[in-house]
């Protein structure tokens, strides 16, 4: 009699024995165009990860639904920011957002998109927050991070297929360097480094009105910094700028 433990390991070794369909695309795929058996597709893009920091510091402050409020001004500004810059939203876990971009503007679509996200901080959701807490003893000022990195991706899906009537629970991943080191940068909380935090395959590409600003006109963008994160060592360019929506 097979038991489900026996029938885990089975599914186990049928997903390491399957060979990948493979495909590669221009266009970052939808869930239901990817087999979730066997599909795969490669993509050039960039990766963007924007992440509200300390909310669990958040939570034990204040009450839940005030933290809530908070943290999902937070998502549902960057995500209407990655949107509008062109993005897709491939991912929410907990208090971060995932953006991808592709195309000939990937990277300057991304770091338009950071520079805002920082402005939604600092001139939007901190200002409203304040306001808030005007007459409270408690104090908050929302702090965060965006992390960007280029390069090619192995998009596929994960999840559980329809077995036996049962509702289909899945969604689509991002293997590859890019997708991981932006998500690494979007946590990186250096006091010498900006919020913004690009690899320098993605600021070597940036136009002039990605690179630089104000008047008289100067860089937006310090470094190259040379950070370590999860396995890689990298360098990186940072930014405490802002560039309104």
């Given at each position: 009699?097979?038991?489900?433990?026996?029938?885990?390991?089975?599914?186990?070794?049928?997903?390491?024995?399957?060979?990948?369909?493979?495909?590669?695309?221009?266009?970052?795929?939808?869930?239901?165009?990817?087999?979730?058996?066997?599909?795969?597709?490669?993509?050039?893009?960039?990766?963007?990860?924007?992440?509200?920091?300390?909310?669990?510091?958040?939570?034990?402050?204040?009450?839940?639904?005030?933290?809530?409020?908070?943290?999902?001004?937070?998502?549902?500004?960057?995500?209407?920011?990655?949107?509008?810059?062109?993005?897709s939203i491939k991912?929410?876990?907990?208090?971060?957002?995932?953006?991808?971009?592709?195309?000939?503007?990937?990277?300057?679509?991304?770091?338009?998109?950071?520079?805002?996200?920082?402005?939604?901080?600092?001139?939007?959701?901190?200002?409203?927050?304040?306001?808030?807490?005007?007459?409270?003893?408690?104090?908050?000022?929302?702090?965060?991070?965006v992390g960007i990195?280029?390069?090619?991706?192995?998009?596929?899906?994960?999840?559980?297929?329809?077995?036996?009537?049962?509702?289909?629970?899945?969604?689509?991943?991002?293997?590859?360097?890019?997708?991981?080191?932006?998500?690494?940068?979007?946590?990186?909380?250096?006091?010498?480094?900006?919020?913004?935090l690009i690899t320098?395959?993605?600021?070597?590409?940036?136009?002039?009105?990605?690179?630089?600003?104000?008047?008289?006109?100067?860089?937006?963008?310090?470094?190259?910094?040379?950070?370590?994160?999860?396995?890689?060592?990298?360098?990186?360019?940072?930014?405490?700028?802002?560039?309104?929506?």
């Open positions: 009699m097979s038991t489900f433990s026996d029938e885990l390991t089975a599914s186990m070794t049928t997903l390491m024995s399957t060979a990948w369909v493979e495909s590669t695309s221009d266009i970052f795929p939808k869930t239901a165009d990817v087999a979730l058996r066997d599909g795969a597709v490669r993509i050039e893009a960039a990766y963007l990860y924007a992440d509200m920091a300390q909310s669990t510091l958040l939570q034990k402050s204040f009450k839940d639904w005030f933290a809530a409020k908070v943290i999902r001004m937070y998502l549902a500004g960057a995500s209407r920011i990655i949107r509008n810059n062109g993005g991912s929410f876990d907990g208090d971060r957002v995932m953006g991808v971009f592709v195309g000939g503007r990937k990277r300057n679509d991304a770091a338009r998109t950071a520079l805002q996200i920082n402005w939604l901080v600092q001139l939007s959701i901190n200002p409203i927050v304040a306001e808030r807490l005007k007459d409270s003893k408690t104090k908050w000022k929302v702090t965060h991070g990195g280029v390069g090619e991706a192995f998009v596929t899906r994960a999840g559980v297929r329809n077995v036996s009537g049962e509702t289909t629970h899945n969604d689509l991943i991002s293997i590859g360097r890019a997708p991981n080191v932006a998500a690494k940068l979007s946590a990186v909380r250096d006091p010498g480094l900006g919020p913004l320098s395959d993605v600021f070597s590409m940036l136009d002039g009105s990605q690179k630089e600003g104000g008047v008289p006109t100067q860089s937006m963008w310090t470094g190259p910094h040379h950070v370590d994160v999860g396995p890689y060592s990298i360098n990186v360019h940072s930014s405490t700028w802002r560039s309104q929506p």
